[in-house]
């Protein structure tokens, strides 16, 4: 089968500054001292800003204060801290996160709305503010076009890579940039997936625009990704545009825009896909794409149901081709009118099921070659439609297990 997991633009792991964006990172100990732990990010004046966050109900303190801060002013300055979710405290965690962004202010003159606060780590336990506030000015004075690997590095828990992708294509005569970061390991699912991302571009795009863009790159990508099935208090990806580079895009009709969103969800896609490989204990990445189905959200609930499975996740990482668990899978996923006669599942170019059982010429050492790559494709064909859906997994290791457990220690 072909491989259609492949995009036109193409993306680099080396992050490239963008004009109008600095960062600083610094350590301020929240959870551990052996690196940088807050960060800052900081938008030219006249940048647009568009963000989508987590919906999980039980939402953390700096979300909420992020979600209203953007409704009253244009963004100046992210503050980012990792080793603590600030989730869970009620008006405490408010007040806290407020508090930062209150110091924060005091020492850069701008507007306490223009500032939004985010934070990682552990939930229920209390923001250490006056840790947060003590390395303040020297993420200022540290403020740099440059910081963007030790960015990534800093929004870290327990990912065992910096996440960083960059794009640089020309698009109506300028030459574009767009580059992104972000962390995600665990507690992933949709809704958003449990990470913070954080991706900029110098074109100059009006911010109903923007957000058009955000949440169609979003829902190709950090929506279309799981590890485990939670989804956390904490989530956000914002997309900044700082207008120095040269490119206007005015309108979604802008010839321009497509490039441009082309560029914006080549770099979400790769970072997505960057969290999954490295979900806790992971040792494989695995795309399941769904075609032939009558609608994009039939195929996305089948996707989804295999994607989730522990069954299917466990097999994966015993590079097993249990193929069984996925037709299982599949068949539970609530179509309550699927043919099964017309399903065909395929593990790259490997067909192993069809017509409702094992294909004839099936090879259990073929499909098994293809499980011990670190990355693949599990095609599930549904014989009923013209629509599809992908979505991005990994195994569950015995490691997953043993880092959640020690997760506070």
């Known amino acids: 089968m072909s491989n259609k997991l492949n995009s036109s633009v193409t993306v680099e792991k080396d992050a490239k500054p963008i004009k109008g964006i600095r960062l600083a990172t610094a350590c301020a100990g929240i959870k ?145 940039t767009v580059t992104g970061i972000t962390k995600g390991s665990g507690m992933i699912h949709p809704n958003m997936a449990t990470m913070l991302a954080y991706i900029a571009t110098d074109a100059g795009v009006d911010e109903e625009v923007l957000s058009q863009c955000l949440n169609g790159a979003v829902a190709q990508s950090f929506n279309s990704i799981t590890v485990d099935g939670d989804t956390s208090t904490n989530d956000a990806c914002v997309l900044m545009a700082t207008g120095q580079g040269g490119l206007i895009v005015s309108s979604a009709d802008d010839p321009a825009y497509k490039a441009l969103s082309e560029a914006v969800n080549a770099v979400s896609r790769a970072l997505a896909l960057a969290i999954v490989a490295d979900g806790e204990g992971a040792t494989c990445l695995v795309h399941i794409e769904v075609s032939g189905g009558q609608s994009v959200q039939e195929c996305r609930k089948v996707a989804d149901t295999v994607a989730l499975s522990p069954l299917v996740k466990t097999a994966l990482f015993a590079q097993d081709p249990n193929w069984g668990r996925v037709l299982a899978a599949v068949g539970r996923a609530g179509i309550d009118d699927l043919d099964t006669e017309k399903v065909t599942i395929h593990l790259d170019d490997v067909l192993i099921a069809e017509k409702g059982a094992r294909a004839a010429n099936y090879s259990e050492q073929a499909a098994k070659l293809v499980m011990e790559r670190q990355e693949y494709c599990l095609y599930i064909g549904l014989g009923r439609g013209t629509e599809m859906a992908r979505v991005a997994t990994c195994d569950l290791s015995y490691d997953y297990v043993r880092i959640n457990a020690e997760y506070r220690s």
């Not at 551990?32 to 963000?51: K, M, N, P, Y």
């Not at 962004?101 to 003159?109: I, K, N």
Request: hydrophobic letters at 45%; glycine letters at 8%; proline letters at 3%.
């Open 32 to 176: 551990q001292t052996q690196r940088d732990d807050v960060t800052l990010i900081e938008l030219a004046e006249g940048s647009a800003c568009v963000a989508v966050f987590t919906q999980n109900r039980f939402c953390a303190a700096p979300v909420v204060l992020a979600k209203r801060h953007l409704q009253q002013t244009s963004p100046r300055y992210l503050l980012i801290n990792s080793g603590n979710a600030n989730a869970g405290m009620g008006a405490i965690g408010l007040e806290d996160a407020k508090a930062s962004c209150r110091e924060l202010s005091a020492r850069t003159d701008v507007d306490e709305a223009s500032i939004l606060p985010f934070s990682t780590g552990v939930i229920g336990e209390r923001l250490a503010v006056d840790k947060v506030t003590a390395v303040l000015d020297e993420l200022i004075s540290g403020l740099d076009v440059g910081h963007w690997p030790a960015a990534a590095v800093a929004i870290m828990t327990t990912d065992t890579v910096e996440k960083v992708a960059s794009v640089r294509c020309e698009i109506g005569g300028h030459i574009t």
